[in-house]
Nanobody, 121 residues
Framework: QVQLVESGGGLVQPGGSLRLSCAASGSIFSIGAMTWYRQAPGNERELVAR???????NYADSVKGRFTISRDNGKNTVYLQMNILKPEDTALYYC???????????????WGKGTLVTVSS
């Protein structure tokens, strides 16, 4: 089995910064894409940022220029550096990881439990 542990959420002032981390552990042969999603009350869950196994990235238009996704393959960890935070960034942030548990096994999707980011004065 695979477990995801998220950390780094908290309360921050508008214009401030936070860095989220998501570490995968367990039965891991390789990791594919790693993605951050977020969901605020009353809203649909939305993709925030994605990084592929090769390092390619995608960002939601609302966070381009402010957020940076990165990964450390040696630590099976994905990060989300969030700068110039706005109140509308307030949400529960979820880590999503594509994992192969064996060389020929299919990619399996795993979700973290979420870490809360609150941007407020």
């Amino acid at each position: 089995q695979v477990q995801l542990v998220e950390s780094g959420g908290g309360l921050v002032q508008p214009g401030g910064s936070l860095r989220l981390s998501c570490a995968a552990s367990g039965s891991i042969f390789s990791i594919g894409a790693m993605t951050w999603y977020r969901q605020a009350p009353g809203n649909e869950r939305e993709l925030v940022a994605r990084i592929t196994s090769g390092g390619g990235t995608n960002y939601a238009d609302s966070v381009k220029g402010r957020f940076t996704i990165s990964r450390d393959n040696g630590k099976n960890t994905v990060y989300l550096q969030m700068n110039i935070l706005k109140p509308e960034d307030t949400a529960l942030y979820y880590c999503n990881v594509l994992v192969k548990e064996s060389v020929q096994g299919p990619p399996m999707v795993y979700w973290g439990k979420g870490t809360l980011v609150t941007v407020s004065s």
